[in-house]
């Protein structure tokens, strides 16, 4: 058998002979040991800042990098939390285990103290790499506090809160998604038995999609269209229980299954559910805004908006949990890799070069370190704005909700729409070990390709954040008052860049202009075309549906020039950390030059920015690439990821990337189970051989 | 346990009678059944063209056609090809079946009289997909018959053809992919043995890729760099054997094994290998270009310039066997989905509307539909220039080798890059949906992403096309001849787009004009850069590098320009066939005038195009895709992808979606194996509840 010869005595010896050997000559040292590659080495010794006081910064103070590193100490002591074999692993193995960690994190939360609301939990999602399962547990808990009464979240929470229960939120339809209003499921309230008949009556209102439904969950809040005597009063949420407790079998009436494999979040048991005349009491109607009286008189009470700001905070939630620090690592990865991987020759008498030395893989890599930071530091300016609308909203003043709704919905989509593209161009910029799976790029670009899709499609946001704009633009016109994030599209602009030369486009107030210019005509286009169809007799909708492409596009500008403005805000605020400032001020430059540099035509359309001045954005983002290049390696180590956590070949501290390589590859199923084939398909074939060689 | 009781018989009543009610109800059929979706079989019946016609056309022509449907017949009347379970399969079980589809396709391809140079040899793969093992070993047995003697192909060739043999090609190394001159695999020869002597002598020296290795192959040919007398002779091809033949045991100093996971291409068992003293026979050199008599003289024999000839068919091959297949399934795919999804209202007393309908996602799925045409019409070109290149470098003239290497580097780079990026368009257009391997799409986008990597990584191929291109421009400077691809650079720049209406923008001339006006002016800026950084005294190289995102940009738009131009000559070859001429010039506008749309920049930068022209693409673009909408169906099918080469629950022939998803999702693995999941943690949590509840 290959495999038991493989491993046999004799081949082991080489084996080990030559690792020795290679291992004296300083190209392969055993796992553990803490030395470092050279050439990674020499990038660390140059850095222009501090890496530790910017790790601080990043994660909101020194105090809050000690706790974290607190936390990511345990959970990487605790065996029962590994990744290791994450990638080797089938979906059953991986869903496996996201439950086990997610036992044993409830387990370990409660010995050392750390609460559900405490600093620390973040810090043990982003040591885990979001490799946890009940994350829609946590929504079907959401949703209870939000739309139940005080009897509902009394009788339901302190049960979901101890795992005795595990929730799924079954909203997403086979055939519905972004159209809620569409849903087919139906409850109909029977007054006799005083109880509501689920039902699945198509197979497009299958629910399909929700997590922790697949295998886990015993009990849903159910979104269905409601019937009271014959008449649809809308949708609305219902707590059911689709499993036993005693043996976790479907309840009758119930089909409930997985949905299988999908791009990544294997981990998470996606499902689907069908209902054949499931009988619940009335008490099983989240029932906070509204009611149905014994007697089936529906009643409202008090407005329901306030829910939105649950879609919004979750929005807001997987950006800073899951997107972002998704985008650091591949960044991390890919850079580390580049300074490591050393390919064909720069100057034909020396060894061969660093690949980050190339300008090409510069212009690859280091825009996305910059779009790193900018995301980053979007955190301060959506949480302020959050806040403040959520004291107002928790006091019945909605006003902000429409803004604060444009405003996440849009960022929501420009950072799920970059991290994912960056974590692609990561993936690449690695060449042939970016695509294979050790090198985790290929985990974190699907697990990012998702984010476009869930917590609401990003075409759908950019046209709700348009919505918005559209509205505002109107108001600026007709003299209304305008929402803080859009006060900019009532500025007057200049008409013409002001700059004369290439230096001129770092100064923030320069390349600030052109965005807030590029934004203001995207929407002014847009929205002039919008009102001469409706002016030339197309119907309302009509006329929007031909404007969305164009909408899209001025809904983005939007997002980047708040983004660009927050990333200089950001700069100034650290005037008392001179070299930090400096860094970071270079990449705030990067990424606002990179945009126009990959966006000439939105500046050069209305001449607001020559070819001239074209061609000194184009000198300056060329430059800054060269110069933040020799920090790259001290910018992605800032983030301070552990190994555990990037669980990347590549991407490691220590920078041993074929040793990794070799070694992850000795673990995979692929060399310990021997196949079939040889013995059904090859061998029979080889021996025919045997006589003729 | 769970899966016994939702398979238990109650269960299973509930489930066939609901499935029952849905099918009389309309929604929900049986397996098998050829009805279609209503909302499909509507799009089909306002074809404005013969789809039959336009297959035919695509397959270059009726016999053609035929011939595939037979083979294609033949393939999925055969279970053993089967890749139904694909999705569902780990690593270790797709390497198998792709082992047995490769064996039963060499019996099968004997039984039918199909010959390895015959034409249904390509129909065979797109009928499969590509999911076949020993694609490496073709290239093995590529590299004997290019680089070795005539007795040394009469000795291997034999047995390679019979599978006798299983050879894999042994040249990219963990250190080294693209810059062949530095790998460090040796090749010592000792003239008292008159054998060679291979070893690794690093960890980065180690094999590392090649396909068909990792569990498959017997022989392999190795690149290693060839010793004499302590001096060395560069890079040369030895074969050896790794696998015993008896018992497919490695040979004594080798180790061999599996690199593991990967994003896509878990069938084929791509390598890694190690070589310790291994002696082979003087003759195992593949000697045709050079030889080491038995007194270790190096003799060079004739021009290896030929062996380009092997990399530009391989690239060739791959594009039209692999790539655009691949794009042209995602497309139908998307489209086919995007007819029968219906999601809110366009108006709102309406029904959902299909989401074709949206402005939106025909932006996002029609210029792809007029790629995938762009892309399958350039087969033509390139092979017209192949085999015009191939009969004179027959003929010892190389004359056209660098304009035929740069052409078929850039055109591989351009269309790896668009159709990956265009697949993942469509993955995301199909929502969550889309997000299922069920789908097939992210199947499509990962293999497609390997593709910018593999046979020359994108970058460094637009730079060698880039290298050719300047080297043209000087050629123009000087007066010397230019070669075919390149004779624009030479013709005289209007300065300014003629066009004065939207309409104007239909017209080829004008579109085409834009494009070369483009590809010449960038060209032309990074030329000048790079004459102006050595002139002021810039070494070569680093000259070089600091233009090279430049250099890029405009190879690029070169390789836009000869697609765009090449539709356009197609377009005009159609003159015999009016309806599809006309449709067909709809999609060659489309491409154009989104490419336009889509790097407004370029066209804006010298004035050549004025913002006002800008408008008008913009609204010849937007309403082409409302034109071309309504064929967008016929325009998919007649791709004529049979429903098992497409192998998704979305893209089928019928299009009932939700039913084979939910179908197709019973098979899933998560869904017939119990998880300990329950039984190790969840079941105990539950069991505190019990008495709660």
Redesign the interface.
């Given at each position: 058998?290959?495999l038991s010869?493989?491993m046999a005595a004799?081949?082991k010896g080489?084996?080990q002979s030559?690792m020795a050997q290679?291992n004296r000559?300083g190209?392969?040292r055993s796992s553990g040991s803490r030395d470092v590659n050279p050439d990674l080495e020499t990038e660390r010794q140059t850095a222009s800042f501090s890496v530790e006081r910017l790790t601080a910064i990043l994660d909101g103070g020194a105090d809050n990098t000690r706790t974290r590193r607190a936390v990511e100490a345990v959970i990487h002591s605790e065996p029962g939390f590994s990744r290791e074999n994450q990638?080797?692993q089938?979906?059953?193995e991986r869903?496996?285990a996201a439950?086990?960690r997610s036992?044993y994190l409830k387990e370990k939360m409660h010995q050392m103290g750390w609460t559900e609301d405490g600093p620390e939990i973040k810090y043990c999602y982003r040591a885990l790499g979001g490799d946890l399962a009940f994350n829609v547990h946590r929504v079907f808990k959401n949703s209870i506090l939000a739309l139940g009464t005080d009897e509902q979240i009394a009788k339901w929470i302190p049960?979901a809160d101890?795992?005795?229960?595990?929730g799924t939120y079954a909203q997403?339809e086979?055939?519905?998604?972004?159209?809620l209003r569409?849903l087919e499921t139906t409850a109909i309230f029977d007054i006799s038995t005083q109880e509501f008949t689920l039902n699945?009556p198509?197979?497009?209102a299958?629910k399909?999609?929700p997590g922790d439904l697949?295998?886990?969950a015993?009990h849903a809040v159910v979104f269905a269209q409601l019937y009271i005597k014959g008449k649809c009063y809308g949708l609305h949420a219902f707590i059911l229980q689709i499993?036993s407790?005693?043996?976790?079998?479907?309840a009758?009436?119930v089909?409930?299954?997985?949905?299988?494999?999908?791009?990544n979040f294997e981990h998470i048991?996606n499902g689907?559910l069908?209902l054949?005349n499931i009988n619940i009491p009335r008490e099983n109607m989240l029932s906070r805004f509204s009611q149905v009286l014994p007697d089936g008189t529906y009643v409202k009470r008090g407005s329901d908006k306030i829910n939105y700001l649950t879609m919004i905070m979750t929005r807001i939630h997987i950006l800073w949990i899951e997107v972002i620090p998704t985008l650091l690592k591949a960044c991390t990865i890919a850079t580390r890799y580049s300074v490591v991987?050393?390919?064909?020759?720069?100057?034909?008498g020396d060894p061969?070069a660093k690949i980050l030395?190339?300008?090409?893989q510069q212009?690859?890599l280091l825009p996305l370190l910059a779009t790193a930071y900018a995301f980053h530091f979007m955190n301060a300016y959506v949480n302020e704005f959050y806040n403040k609308g959520y004291t107002e909203i928790r006091q019945e003043n909605f006003d902000s909700l429409p803004e604060l709704h444009a405003l996440t919905a849009g960022i929501k989509a420009i950072i799920t729409e970059y991290c994912t593209a960056g974590a692609?161009v990561c993936?690449?910029a690695c060449?042939?070990h970016?695509?294979?799976?050790?090198s985790g790029l290929?985990f974190l670009y699907?697990k990012l390709?998702?984010s476009?899709?869930?917590e609401g499609?990003n075409?759908v946001l950019f046209?709700q954040t348009a919505r918005f704009l559209v509205k505002c633009l109107a108001a600026v016109h007709s003299g209304q008052p305008i929402p803080p994030s859009a006060t900019y599209l009532s500025s007057v602009d200049s008409g013409k860049c002001q700059a004369r030369t290439s230096v001129d486009f770092l100064k923030p107030d320069i390349y600030a202009e052109a965005y807030r210019h590029r934004a203001t005509r995207l929407l002014g286009n847009a929205a002039t075309k919008l009102q001469g169809l409706v002016q030339s007799g197309a119907?309302q909708?009509?006329a929007w549906?031909?404007?969305?492409?164009?909408l899209?596009q001025a809904a983005k500008a939007h997002c980047h020039y708040i983004v660009v403005k927050n990333f200089i805000d950001t700069v100034e605020k650290l005037r008392n950390e001179a070299e930090i400032q400096k860094i970071v001020k270079h990449l705030c430059d990067l990424f606002a030059l990179h945009g126009i540099f990959s966006?000439?035509?939105?500046?050069?359309?209305?001449?607001y920015i020559s070819?001239d001045q074209?061609d000194m954005v184009?000198a300056s983002y060329?430059d800054l690439l060269a110069v933040i290049r020799n920090d790259a390696v001290p910018l992605v180590d800032a983030f301070d990821f552990t190994d555990e956590s990037l669980n990347s070949a590549l991407g490691s501290y220590d920078g041993h990337v074929?040793?990794r390589?070799?070694e992850?590859?000795?673990?995979?199923?692929?060399?310990k189970?021997v196949?079939?084939?040889?013995a059904?398909?090859?061998?029979p074939?080889?021996?025919?051989?045997?006589s003729?060689?």
């Open positions: 058998m290959p010869l493989l004799k081949e080489f084996q030559q290679w000559s190209y392969f990638y080797f089938s979906q059953n869903y496996e439950v086990r036992v049960l101890k795992y005795h229960i595990i997403t086979l055939g519905h998604g972004t159209f569409g699945t198509k197979i497009s299958m399909w999609w697949g295998r886990s015993t499993r407790l005693r043996d976790h079998s479907p009758p009436g089909i409930v299954g997985d949905i299988g494999p999908k791009m048991d689907y069908m054949q991987r050393r390919q064909s020759k720069l100057n034909p061969e030395d190339y300008q090409t212009q690859k692609e993936l690449r060449g042939g970016g695509y294979s799976a050790l290929p699907t390709a998702a476009c899709t869930y499609e075409t046209l119907e909708h009509e549906n031909q404007c969305t492409v164009q899209v966006n000439t035509g939105d500046f050069l359309y209305a001449g070819g074209i184009t060329l074929y040793q390589l070799y992850w590859a000795q673990k995979s199923p692929t060399n189970q196949s079939q084939a040889y059904r398909y090859l061998k074939l080889f021996q025919s051989a045997l003729k060689l």
